[in-house]
């Protein structure tokens, strides 16, 4: 046994940057060079310690079993601190069901060292333990064999603090680039799903391809948009457009352009929003409204990265990245013939879902706390936090209608009518279908169920209409100024 050589090949062989790579090429050396059948190492304290490799002969992972090792033995050495020789008997863990199993029963010689010392309370302790065992037929563990082992563990030990300093150190600089990547986003969610949803929005910032993105109405999917573009290199604008709030007639040219003349009161050239997203990005927002003809045209952009604005019979190039969105199943629209169906397997291919909030119900009370600082630093109140009752019921909510939005305007909406200047309570709080007193003044009840009944079909309706006001409008059959004053009557944002 020399022990700088084995030394010199688990450096060498191990990665250095790796505590677990360096642990097991340790344990593979001590069990080839002292003829062990196993060897094990395990860090933590006396009853509270964990195993973290288990190798037998030539480099062979074990899968360990805690009922195959003697534990008094371990936790005596995490104790003591000292090493400990004995002879013990060991019952494979699947023998130990059979009526039979005395006779599976083995004699082992056993060592255990202690490998990793610190200090808790001021005092030192054994935080880490080599444990080896090999066949009755070979001699005991002898001094020099022992001296070896815990020689080897002494040479590495510093390495493999360093490598523990390490890792801690890697795993700390990338939750720091989480962090930065998700403040960038500017977005707020601890969920597994929406932290899937950052890495791949992270991933698609790099890359110039179209992406649709979907979900609910509120879950903010123009949040993701803005979020590929800051996180990009794009030097170009972002520029939003919602297809449902621009009419059939004058979208062709919002989108594209016009040449002068081209039509009655184009009196001069003017350019398109692809046109004018140059080098960025073009935000199409609730896609599924866009007329069918203006649809053969977006796919024809996508395909050839070109325009053709109104009046022109020659095409422009444009860079200008394409993000979409909508609330619909496009599939079904397809099925039913209202989208087109080479412009969706065009956009499928790369898309994006966001979750709805009543699926990530863990991200509503960091949210809570996100707006009480937005509306505290946009309203000037000092507000520090919502009252039991309050919380309790902004937990338990659906949010159905509106996801992150209608919680962001019922938390606003609380702090604007809250009489108290600490606590958000609940008495402010209009969730869906409720009524309050705040919204107008009537002089009986039958005057208020009435506003209350508006209150709602004017937010179905918007709803139903992607949260387009001119769509929902025309819906209901409204004149506009009696639309806005109703808005305002109800508190409608």
């Given at each position: ?7 010199h ?12 790579d ?6 593979d050396s ?11 190492f395990?860090?933590?304290?006396a ?15 074990l ?7 003697p534990t ?12 400990i ?12 069901a ?11 010689h ?6 990793f ?5 001021g005092?030192p ?16 563990f ?11 563990i ?7 603090q ?7 150190q890697?795993?700390q ?16 969610s ?7 949803l ?17 979900g ?8 993701v948009a ?25 979208m ?67 860079h ?34 966001v979750p709805?909030?009543?699926k ?30 309050a919380?309790?019921?902004l ?5 159905e ?14 702090m604007?009518?809250e ?9 402010n709080?209009?969730?869906e ?20 009944f ?12 992607g ?7 025309k ?19």
């Open positions: 046994m020399d022990r700088f050589q084995t030394f090949n688990i450096i060498t062989k191990a990665n250095v940057a790796s505590r677990h360096i642990i097991t090429r340790y344990i001590v069990v080839s060079d002292l003829r062990c059948d196993r060897g094990m395990f860090s933590g304290s009853g509270k310690h964990r195993c973290e490799s288990a190798q037998g002969p030539r480099g062979v992972k899968e360990f079993s805690p009922k195959e090792v008094d033995l371990l936790n005596k050495c995490f104790n003591t601190g000292s090493v020789t004995e002879r013990i008997p060991i019952v494979p863990e699947s023998a130990k059979s009526t039979s199993s005395w006779g599976r029963i083995k004699i082992k056993i060592l255990v060292i202690p490998a010392a610190g200090k808790r309370d005092k302790v054994t935080t880490g333990i080599v444990y080896l065992e090999r066949s009755l037929k070979l001699p005991s002898q001094e020099r064999e022992i001296l070896f082992a815990r020689y080897l002494r040479d590495i030990s510093h390495l493999i360093s490598s523990a300093v390490y890792e801690a890697t795993y600089i990338h939750q720091l680039k989480e962090e930065v990547v998700q403040k960038r986003i500017g977005m707020v601890d969920h597994p799903s929406m932290l899937k950052f890495r791949k929005i992270n991933k698609l910032a790099k890359v110039p391809s179209t992406v649709l993105i979907t609910e109405s509120g879950t903010g999917k123009e949040l803005r979020a590929i573009y800051n996180l990009s290199e794009l030097r170009g604008p972002f520029i939003s457009i919602n297809c449902g709030g621009i009419e059939p007639n004058l062709k040219s919002e989108l594209f352009g016009h040449k002068k003349g081209s039509f009655t009161g184009a009196q001069s050239d003017r350019d398109g929003l692809f046109k004018k997203a140059e080098g960025g990005i073009l935000f199409l927002d609730e896609l599924a409204e866009m007329p069918m003809d203006i649809q053969v045209l977006l796919l024809r952009t996508l395909q050839l990265g070109e325009i053709l604005p109104v009046g022109s019979d020659l095409p422009e190039i444009v200008t990245r394409v993000v979409a969105a909508t609330h619909r199943d496009l599939r079904e629209m397809v099925e039913k013939g209202t989208f087109r169906n080479d412009l969706y397997q065009r956009l499928k291919g790369i898309s994006l879902e709805p909030l009543r990530r119900k863990t991200d509503i009370e960091p949210l809570m706390h996100f707006f009480l600082d937005k509306y505290n630093n946009k309203l000037g109140t000092n507000f520090k936090n919502f009252s039991a009752k919380k309790e019921k937990l338990l909510y659906d949010y209608q509106g996801n992150v939005r209608e919680l962001e305007h019922l938390i606003e909406r609380a604007v009518f009489d108290d200047t600490i606590e958000v309570g609940i008495d709080l209009l969730f279908g409720e009524s309050t007193h705040h919204v107008g003044k009537f002089n009986s009840p039958f005057e208020e169920r009435m506003a209350a508006g209150r709602k079909l004017i937010l179905d309706a918007i709803a139903k209409s949260e387009n006001k001119t769509k929902a409008m819906s209901l059959g409204l004149p506009r100024t009696t639309f806005y004053s109703l808005l305002h009557k109800y508190n409608i944002k």
